[in-house]
């Protein structure tokens, strides 16, 4: 068993690197960058970055930008959504990221099976473009915390066995969609040995997911109980509005408490 902890921003360009270096200090070992309202990075900095960042042994992830619908009724949503999630592959690739995380759409008046199959079609497309341009970066289309929204634990594991993409798998989605923590349905859905998790605590209605909110320390304790069994290799991003300092108390409380159990 393997975990990395990290945070759900790496800041502005600028930023970067001393947040890195902070981020190391606090033996955080994974960071996600925030691509959601657009790719703000360019190549050059995305290499100085991707350097500084393997130099530290912190592994990044890239998360696309929320505008993105591979189920829209318009052909140019689609491309336009599929652009957003290639130039993220681009700079991921510079970056030296290994996933990109993603919403991958809604089922608007779609079947749920027709989403599927049009999502599958549309991903299947996505990983020839990367491995053309030998990127070497994985899809993970996340799973959702709204009934509405296309992502169900079952579509994201079905997705990722049939796309042969990754996944995000979002306890606090899960949550807020489920209204239970499905530990088991979890296990049993995602077979693979490496695990790309969001989690942060989250407020939620019927419909779903409403927002993220601070991870309570009981709330860590319940998630390693699940975790520390499994023989895998686990990144953790943090979404709470204090994302940084969650996960800083996220990683010292399975250091504390957790690092003895499974395989390390
Ligand atoms: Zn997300």
Redesign the pocket.
Known sequence: MKIFFGPSSLGSYKEAFSNLVYFKEKNLSACEVAFTYGVYLKEKEAVEIGRKAKELKINLSI?APYYINLNSNDKNKIENSKKRILDCAKIGHFLGAKKI?F?PGFYGKSTKEETFEKIKKEIIDLNEKIKKNNWNIELCP?VMGKKNVFGSIEEISKLSKECNCGFCI?FAHILARYKNKEFELIKKSFPREEWHC?FSGIEYGEKGEKKHRKTKTEEWFELFNFLKDLDKMITIINESPYHIEDSIEGEKIWREKFSGFGST
């Open positions: 998360h995380v919403h996340e979002d969001h």
